[in-house]
């Protein structure tokens, strides 16, 4: 008995001290992270003002308004006017220069706060992360209390897969009622949207979608290879995620773009269907496969040290190898991204709502800095600049009900805005370096825009990150 207690001693003291070891780096980290806070006395917390002199791209036509005012009240779009005036307010001198609406980017990876600061400063002001944990439920709580600055949160639940596409970044449903308690759970815990995967077969992806409609709550949906692809034109389902999909479900890996051109039509034909394509992170398949050191490259910096370690590092030898054991894989993988843009022109030219999603946060596909990579392949398949634009502005904002109120510059719109040296329509580059970038209404200049990127740059929690992964193994399996 009296060694039962000792052991018993001992095991709560352990537990005790890797709980505290825990808090400990756990509150490291929020330390590290604290310049994302906002601090209501400071300048950067004033969010009305007028901003003048200014070329507006509203994106809402096909058009610039030159010499323009806008008025900003508490993070919102008050009025746009040749001329306006309001007593005791700031007043920011434009300079000519080019305002627009603040990117979005609707396919991303989060994994820590300092990503957040990196969106910012590549103008990126609202993202939809599409693998959900409980961090993400306390960042999106931060963000609605205006308490970092961060780009506006929208988050799905945890992945939704069948119970034999096994992996601890799944969450596995087995019969239609687990798949209905799912969908009610994750609405009413404060997930935005639901994720569905591989896997599901019909009996279960029926039931998550009919309890997606009664919970009044949208799905995105990465294909799943056990229903057909257009059972992913559902209604309740919003967005359909990666060009690749399509080569590797409907077409088998046939590269043919008669055989492609009757599935674009039938996406086409359902008018609330957006997609996704998100050709940068299949490309960045390529480029592990011809760089020997990507993993070493100054990019790759900015990415989360636990998936560089992991993620990062298990992609590149996949590929590696790969092409190691069969060289022709390289022009296979070449001809297959040569053909996602083909997809992308084809969508474009059928009338299909595309969005922009980068798949940022994964392998080599760095966060921020990766959707600018993502609009350039967009021109590449043949849209204009303000095409291009759409994908990461108004066609995003109009894929969610809970997005209307982002994407345009328009009175009633919430203020998250960039302003840049020239017009996007002729320099789409320009947009990677934003003079300010207002989120809700609060001014980031470059210098600390310039600094979010240094703050996440070879940053060095590892173990907190680690830590998050666990913590959702424990609570969401």
Not at 193 to 204: A, M, N, P, R, V
Not at 281 to 298: G, T
């Amino acid at each position: 008995m009296k060694l039962l207690k000792r052991i018993l001693k001992f095991v709560f003291a352990l537990i005790g001290v890797l709980v505290l070891i825990g808090i400990i780096i756990f509150w490291v980290d929020s330390l590290e992270t604290s310049y994302l806070r906002i601090n209501k006395n400071d300048l950067t917390s004033n969010n009305s003002f007028i901003i003048a002199n200014v070329n507006i791209v509203p994106m809402d036509q096909d058009t610039v308004l030159v010499d323009k005012m806008v008025h900003i009240k508490e993070g919102i779009i008050e009025k746009i006017a040749d001329n306006i005036e309001v007593k005791g307010i700031e007043i920011i001198d434009a300079k000519n220069k080019y305002l627009t609406p603040g990117l979005i980017d609707m396919h991303v990876h989060v994994w820590d706060r300092y990503e957040l600061g990196l969106y910012l400063s590549n103008g990126v002001t609202a993202v939809r992360n599409l693998w959900g944990m409980p961090m993400h439920l306390r960042i999106k709580e931060d963000v609605i209390e205006d308490n970092i600055f961060s780009p506006v949160f929208f988050t799905t639940g945890p992945k939704l897969t069948g119970q034999e596409f096994i992996g601890d970044d799944n969450l596995n449903l087995t019969n239609p009622n687990e798949a209905k308690e799912k969908v009610i759970s994750y609405k009413k815990r404060g997930y935005d949207l639901i994720k569905t995967y591989y896997g599901l077969d019909k009996e279960i992806f029926d039931a998550v979608i009919e309890q997606a409609k009664i919970s009044e709550i949208d799905i995105v949906a990465h294909p799943s290879q056990k229903v057909p692809f257009s059972y992913h034109l559902n209604p309740q389902i919003k967005s359909i995620e990666h060009a690749e999909e399509i080569v590797q479900q409907p077409l088998q890996f046939d590269l043919d773009t008669t055989k492609l051109q009757p599935i674009i039509d039938s996406i086409s034909q359902s008018k609330h269907t957006s997609y996704s394509p998100t050709i940068t992170v299949f490309n960045n398949i390529y480029q592990m496969m011809i760089n020997d050191s990507i993993l070493d490259s100054e990019s790759l910096e900015f990415i989360n040290p636990l998936i560089r370690k992991v993620d990062s590092k298990n992609q590149f030898e996949r590929w590696f190898n790969t092409k190691r054991a069969n060289p022709a894989a390289l022009d296979r993988i070449k001809n297959q991204h040569n053909f996602h843009i083909s997809i992308v022109k084809k969508l474009h030219n059928s009338g299909v709502n595309i969005i922009c999603g980068t798949d940022a946060g994964i392998g080599v596909t760095v966060p921020g800095f990766s959707i600018h990579r993502e609009m350039s392949f967009y021109k590449q398949a043949g849209l204009s600049n303000y095409e291009v634009l759409k994908t990461a502005t108004v066609n995003a904002s109009k894929t969610h009900s809970i997005m209307k109120q982002l994407g345009t510059i328009e009175a009633g719109k919430i203020a998250n805005l960039l302003l840049v040296d020239e017009n996007p329509f002729i320099e789409l580059a320009t947009l990677e370096n934003p003079t300010y970038v207002f989120v809700k209404g609060r001014k980031l200049n470059r210098e600390t825009l310039k600094s979010y990127n240094e703050k996440a740059k070879n940053r060095k929690n590892l173990l907190a990150s680690a830590l998050r992964y666990l913590e959702n193994l424990i609570f969401e399996k």
